[in-house]
């Protein structure tokens, strides 16, 4: 069984964490500043990236170190939105209600579990948004906390 992820050093101390040697305090801080998209993203991803990057941005979610996963879940995005729209009318579906997915469902099916867990890093479903804690922009406040 896989060990939980690791809570950012922020999260810990919003919970509430007391035992010190568990806070680490020289963990990066990057600028919450969203980068400029990737040049390769065009079409749809580009346009994915256009309409969430802002968005994270304003919520201090984004940093400077956050482009390339960004960059890879407007991608995952991109890609199952046009193989879904290219295999709709491919699924078949038999008398006993069984279906029989073309190639292009299937794989954008992929797509968009790769996605899922990109939109869960970035906040962006409910309740991933929920886990969150927005720090306060003054690092003086953070301080005083460890």
Same mark, same amino acid.
């Given at each position: 069984?896989?060990?939980?992820?690791?809570? *950012?050093?922020? /999260?810990?101390? #919003? @919970?509430?964490?007391?035992?010190?040697?568990?806070? !680490?305090?020289?963990?990066? @801080?990057?600028? *919450?500043? &969203?980068? %400029?998209?990737?040049?390769? /993203? =065009?079409?749809? &991803?580009? =346009?994915?990236?256009?309409?969430?990057? *802002?968005?994270?941005?304003?919520?201090?979610?984004?940093?400077?170190? %956050?482009?390339?996963?960004? &960059?890879?879940?407007?991608?995952?995005? +991109?890609?199952?939105?046009?193989?879904?729209?290219?295999?709709?009318? +491919?699924?078949?579906?038999?008398?006993?209600?069984?279906?029989?997915?073309?190639?292009?469902?299937?794989?954008?099916? @992929?797509?968009?579990?790769?996605?899922?867990?990109?939109?869960? =890093?970035?906040? /962006?479903?409910?309740? +991933?948004? +929920?886990? /969150?804690?927005?720090? *306060? $922009? !003054? $690092? $003086?406040?953070?301080?005083? #906390?460890?």
């Amino acid at each position: 069984m896989a060990s939980p992820k690791r809570q *950012p050093t922020a /999260l810990k101390i #919003l @919970k509430g964490e007391t035992r010190t040697e568990r806070l !680490n305090k020289n963990e990066p @801080k990057p600028q *919450p500043i &969203a980068p %400029d998209p990737p040049d390769f /993203l =065009e079409g749809l &991803a580009l =346009e994915t990236w256009q309409d969430v990057a *802002p968005k994270l941005e304003r919520l201090g979610i984004l940093t400077e170190l %956050d482009g390339f996963a960004l &960059a890879a879940m407007c991608l995952e995005w +991109s890609e199952y939105i046009k193989l879904r729209t290219s295999g709709e009318e +491919s699924i078949q579906v038999f008398a006993n209600g069984t279906r029989n997915l073309s190639p292009e469902i299937s794989a954008a099916h @992929k797509c968009l579990k790769e996605a899922r867990a990109f939109f869960g =890093e970035f906040g /962006l479903t409910p309740s +991933s948004r +929920s886990r /969150l804690s927005i720090m *306060p $922009d !003054n $690092d $003086d406040d953070m301080e005083g #906390l460890i």
